[in-house]
């Protein structure tokens, strides 16, 4: 399993990363269009860089937990891992329960704001070869490795303190 | 290894999942009175028509065969022998066992109130109870709800949503979801589910439900003295432990099965988890039940990885966390809102946010600052944080309203 790699001291908050994702996740990967037909308050980046209170900056993204919370927290069945790794949603499953979203300690399992009720999170990009955040960091604070084959699908390197806790 | 677990929801396919993941090689039989899988929460999409009882089914068509475990639905157990450590099933089949799983749930608590057995009254704990209701619903004028927990709103809610006669609901606290929503989001609740044509009585109760000559239910006669007609009963007024199976054989709880860390009973190779049991709740630090999905899968899971010979606790435990869309609004509730300390600091904040919907939040804190209880109304985005800090009883730090730059709130109590 190939793991997203962040070294959270390369990050610059440059937010390409949420760009790129907002971009893959629009209807054909087609930002513009969404945005001229108005659709583009229901996109949501399922990565963002958050700045912590302590002012650094901490690129967060879903860790594709070993032992995922919302998953374990999913009564539609519609949040399984793939083979790939990744945590996914089957969005014709779920419900719009949003158990997932009070379960994830990340707070990255999140309520679409789009008009369906559903949740959305990250996929890991699985149909792609790259992950469109990781292709687009021009840092190298997002990367692709094989750090721990036995851990999360995302490995922190350097965090900064995590805003929860405190 | 034979492993043979009772039941076939939350907590017994956490289990046989766990079970399986560790021992590639151990016997993993399930048995369960219910005839198909299905999700007890979407019950209420079920009694109203708006999803099929097949839709609910919340495991993958080939869960069975690709964890190689042997299902065998509609099958009861009516009795345990663990001294032979064997069950008996109600077809006279007997089945020997290793360990065994209780994983058996709870049932609708039907209060002991004239006219409540008989037709045209429902639980709505079962699939049966769901199929029944929908069944019936068609030709009724008027139903009354008996209880504004998390079941009777969102059955109320579901039914008026699909265009189903007129709805009430009785429940005595003085507003809906007493366990989840303190005053301030309680009374708005309150208000919200009359504005969608919910008739929500609160402060009352139901003294009896009359029957007419036919022997169908045709009004609900209430503590205050109104008669309010109905011709479909459901009561969801909370749920009794199904433990009848463990009775005879250990200790009983107040309101379960009671289960150490490991989800052990008292008995040697006995363990139960989900609904059935009581166990430490790590935010109030009590024994009680911990009656939500998340809370059983993680105790079935527990339950499997001890019962296939590994060592795992069930930490940072609680059921104390309800999430529900009710009337377009997302709510989550985190941590013990029925049973606040008076010494708890209560702050509530509230904005609109850019679609115009209004975003409250009430928080609680301890005098060290950490958190203890939270009501989100209408952003509930963040609640995984705050649910995190309760149980890991730390403060909210950053997020703190006014810190988190997505939130642009004001104080207004």
Same mark, same amino acid.
């Given at each position: ?166 | 290894?034979r492993?043979l677990?009772i ?70 157990v009516t009795g345990i022998d663990a001294h032979q450590k064997q069950v008996l099933c109600?077809?006279g089949e007997i089945l020997p066992y290793d360990?065994l799983?209780l ?108 029957? /007419?000559?036919? *022997?169908?239910?045709? &009004?609900?006669?209430?503590?205050? #003295?109104?008669?309010? =007609? +109905?011709? %479909? ?12 199976l463990f009775a005879p054989l250990g ?16 008995v040697t190779d006995i ?34 990885? /001890?019962?296939? *010979?590994?060592?795992? &606790?069930?930490?940072?435990?609680? #059921?104390?966390?309800? =999430? +529900?869309? %009710? ?85 207004? #109590?």
């Amino acid at each position: 399993m190939r793991q997203k790699i962040i070294s959270c001291d390369k990050c610059t908050g440059c937010k390409n990363c949420e760009l790129a994702c907002i971009v893959v996740h629009s209807p054909n990967e087609d930002l513009k269009q969404a945005y001229k037909d108005g659709g583009i308050a229901a996109i949501r980046a399922r990565c963002k860089v958050e700045l912590t209170s302590d002012g650094s900056l901490f690129p967060e993204h879903c860790r594709h937990c070993a032992e995922p919370q919302c998953a374990q927290a999913c009564m539609s069945g519609a949040l399984s891992k793939n083979d790939a790794g990744h945590v996914v949603c089957d969005t014709e499953t779920c419900v719009g329960c949003f158990m997932c979203v009070m379960s994830c300690p990340h707070g990255f399992a999140r309520p679409s704001t789009g008009d369906q009720r559903i949740m959305i999170k990250c996929d890991g990009c699985s149909e792609r070869v790259c992950a469109a955040c990781v292709e687009a960091c021009p840092t190298g604070c997002l990367t692709l490795g094989e750090a721990d084959e036995q851990g999360d699908g995302v490995v922190y390197i350097h965090p900064p303190k995590a805003r929860e806790a405190c | 290894m034979r492993h043979l677990i009772i039941g076939n929801s939350a907590a017994g396919t956490a289990a046989a999942e766990a079970i399986r993941e560790r021992d590639p090689a151990a016997r993993v039989t399930m048995l369960s009175k219910d005839t198909a899988f299905f999700s007890r929460c979407q019950l209420h999409l079920v009694a109203s028509g708006r999803r099929s009882s097949a839709k609910t089914r919340f495991v993958p068509r080939d869960w069975a065969q690709r964890h190689g475990i042997e299902v065998r639905l509609g099958v009861e157990v009516t009795g345990i022998d663990a001294h032979q450590k064997q069950v008996l099933c109600s077809n006279g089949e007997i089945l020997p066992y290793d360990r065994l799983l209780l994983s058996t749930g709870a049932s609708s608590l039907m209060p002991p109130i004239a006219g409540m057995e008989g037709p045209g009254v429902f639980g709505l704990r079962n699939l049966e109870d769901a199929e029944g209701i929908c069944g019936q619903i068609m030709g009724c004028k008027n139903v009354v709800v008996i209880g504004a927990g998390l079941v009777g709103c969102e059955l109320a809610e579901a039914l008026i949503k699909a265009s189903h006669t007129s709805v009430s609901i009785i429940e005595m606290a003085p507003y809906p979801l007493p366990l989840q929503l303190e005053q301030h989001t309680g009374a708005r609740m309150r208000q919200l589910m009359g504005e969608h044509g919910i008739n929500m009585i609160c402060g009352d109760s139901v003294s009896a439900i009359e029957r /007419n000559a036919a *022997g169908n239910p045709c &009004a609900v006669a209430l503590k205050s #003295g109104r008669i309010l =007609s +109905a011709d %479909l009963v459901v009561c969801a007024a909370g749920v009794r432990p199904n433990i009848d199976l463990f009775a005879p054989l250990g200790d009983i709880g107040r309101r379960g099965i009671p289960i150490d860390e490991g989800c052990r009973t008292s008995v040697t190779d006995i363990y139960a988890a989900g609904d059935v049991t009581e166990s430490c709740d790590n935010t109030l630090g009590r024994v009680m039940p911990s009656a939500i999905w998340p809370a059983a899968r993680r105790q079935g899971r527990v339950a499997g990885i /001890n019962m296939s *010979g590994g060592s795992e &606790a069930l930490t940072d435990h609680t #059921g104390l966390k309800t =999430s +529900a869309v %009710l009337c377009g609004i997302p709510l989550v509730s985190l941590g013990p809102i029925f049973d606040l300390n008076p010494a708890w600091q209560k702050q509530i904040y509230e904005h609109t946010d850019s679609r115009g919907r209004l975003c409250t939040k009430v928080c609680y804190t301890q005098s060290d600052g950490s958190l203890a209880a939270t009501v989100l109304w209408g952003d509930v985005s963040l609640a995984g944080l705050y649910a995190e800090a309760i149980v890991k009883k730390r403060s909210v730090g950053d997020l703190s309203p006014g810190i988190v730059p997505d939130y642009r709130l004001q104080a207004v #109590g």
